[in-house]
């Protein structure tokens, strides 16, 4: 299994909603940024949206990777028929093995059928360019969803990408969701997170930190992947500093010190 960065690893960077730095990181610093921490993979998300690139943009970015060696998971979100098929198109022309997609959109939140629907249509073009797509689990469905998703489709070029952190927004912890979805696990988002009581006792704050000092039973998780997941995949819940230049240092200081406290892991 190959260990990544994702967009989602210098959020604040990208820049959110309300909080858009003056200069925002681009794909050209994701590659750049992977190629200092010695990594081979990386996956281009939502939050940087591939669909919005020209047609020059894809190939001089597809021509980057291939010079740098550096391998690109396309990632998505709002699952309609109309937006995979976009993706596929675009994953293929960028040699993307893995099409990793959260299901909602802004306005668009399909239900179970509408989602095996249109994940079935699209198997035979996900099979013809050797594509696989990877569901991603989030806080309105419940593992069990996923997995009757995974189910009805049946077929090896759909699986689950699968979130450590997630699936705690809809009340299942770690190992209920990996228990029901590592065995559809095609790609695993690595993300460390430290749960504490409030300080009046009524309530938890869930928060992300650097890997090594939260309470993901990360050795656990990894034991359980099939040797059909290819790529693990670093995503930050950093929570901000009091301006965000200090926000982005943090972000950045976070993913060099996640990633060495990872590699160890990753070697065989």
Known sequence: MKLGISSYSFTWAV???GSIPEKRFNEADLLNAARGLELEVVQI?????LHEMTEEQVHTLCE??????????VGANDLTSANLEHYIHLADKLKSK???????????????NEVISIVRNAVPELKNRGIILALENHERLFASDFREIMEAVGNSYVGICLDCANSL?????FHEVVTALAPYTVNFHLKEV????????MGFDIEGRPFGEGCLPLQWMLEQLPPTCKTAILEQWTPPEENLQRTIQKER????????YLKP????
Do not use: C
């Not at 892991?265 to 065989?268: D, E, L, R, S, T």
């Open 15 to 17: 820049g959110v909603k």
């Open 45 to 49: 998300a939502d939050n940087m949206p």
């Open 64 to 73: 980057t990777t291939g010079n740098l060696q550096i391998a690109i998971e």
């Open 98 to 112: 893995i099409l990793r997609f959260s299901i909602d959109g802004k306005d668009h939140k399909p239900g179970m």
């Open 169 to 173: 927004g809809v009340g299942e912890g």
């Open 194 to 201: 430290y749960i504490k009581r409030k300080s009046h006792m």
């Open 253 to 260: 200081d976070w993913a060099e010190r996640s990633i060495a």
């Open 265 to 268: 892991y990753f070697h065989a």
